[in-house]
């Protein structure tokens, strides 16, 4: 990867991240409007984190429920390639492949 690629890929995950934790912790509170199938996406994406970290770090990666339907540098080609495949909006979940910050971090980080 070159170096501004990387430096573009890891400004477009960071400025995610917050929507990543924000996710996280509705998965956690159980609170009710998630979709079952999204909360799977997210656990299927938390369980293959330090495995995707190794060959993945900085693409984005796709998951409906506990498939993984696929790996892009650019999130919308990726967003897009999922709404071809015949999903809809809110059956498939896009995530970066970023370490994720620890809760106790994130929560300092608020103060």
Known sequence: ??????????????????????????????????????????????????????????????YHGDRRLGFNRSKTQLYQECLRQGLKRGEFLVECVEPVVARETELFLKV
């Not at 400004?11 to 917050?18: G, L, P, S």
């Not at 199938?37 to 990666?61: C, M, N, T």
Request: hydrophobic share 40%.
């Open 1 to 62: 990867m070159t170096p501004k690629l990387q430096e573009h890929s890891q400004r477009t995950c960071a400025a995610d991240m917050a929507s990543n934790a924000k996710a996280a912790r509705i998965v956690d509170r159980h609170e009710d409007g998630i979709s079952p199938l999204i909360a799977q996406s997210v656990s299927a994406f938390r369980r293959e984190l330090p495995s995707l970290l190794k060959d993945h770090y900085g693409e984005w990666v796709a």
